[in-house]
């Protein structure tokens, strides 16, 4: 078959990637870096289109997402390279990292959108997710071992649980569908967290 070479560039952290099209064409890929960079990739030609350095100082990325409308929507409305390549039109990321920020990207400037603050990772590779209707954001507080929810929008904190680990959770992952999410812990135990 016609396989692509991905070239590695630095130690990878976190991932997440776009199907932008019919049969994969337009895919884009993010990545997440040690070196705290955000780089986003053509899944077509393999090449980072958009380098964020820095995007969270020297501290590592552990984590960047697009956000869910961008990963569905066709990609192939600005070509980057050749024709049916991936564009950054209109597309956000979502990184987080070890400097206790979550921060919101403009894929095709690399402008800094919002930040929210006000949880602490600095030692796990945490995450930060969306809710099913990006209306909110979760992650991982590890010094107080919460799950905290902000607003998507305002920015601002709307709730910490206790996530009721032994130790802070290591990864968080919220249904596509419906208002419900899991947390799994160092611990190693999984628990199922739904809105009644």
């Known amino acids: 078959g016609s396989g692509i070479a991905i070239r590695m560039v630095g130690l990878v952290a976190g991932m997440g990637g776009s199907s932008g099209g019919s049969g994969g064409r337009g895919a884009m890929y993010v990545t997440a870096s040690k070196d705290g960079a955000i780089r986003l990739w053509d899944g077509i030609t393999a090449n980072c289109v958009r380098s ?21 929507k066709d990609c192939r409305t600005v070509h980057m390279s050749q024709p049916g390549s991936p564009s950054l039109t209109d597309k956000f990321v979502l990184s987080c990292g070890k400097d206790s920020t979550i921060k919101l990207w403009e894929a095709g400037s690399g402008r800094l959108v919002k930040q929210y603050l006000g949880a602490v990772h600095t030692q796990l590779r945490c995450q930060a997710i969306f809710n099913a209707t990006e209306e909110f954001i979760l992650s991982i507080d590890e010094l107080n071992n919460e799950v905290v929810i902000w607003d998507a929008m305002t920015t601002d904190i709307v709730a910490k649980w206790p996530s009721n680990h032994v130790g802070a959770p290591r990864w968080l992952e919220h249904s596509p569908v419906e208002s419900a999410f899991i947390s799994c812990g160092t611990d190693r135990s999984i628990r199922f967290w739904k809105e009644v």
């Open 52 to 72: 964020i350095t820095a995007a969270h100082g020297t501290a590592e990325a552990t984590s960047a997402i697009f956000t869910r409308d961008q990963r569905k």
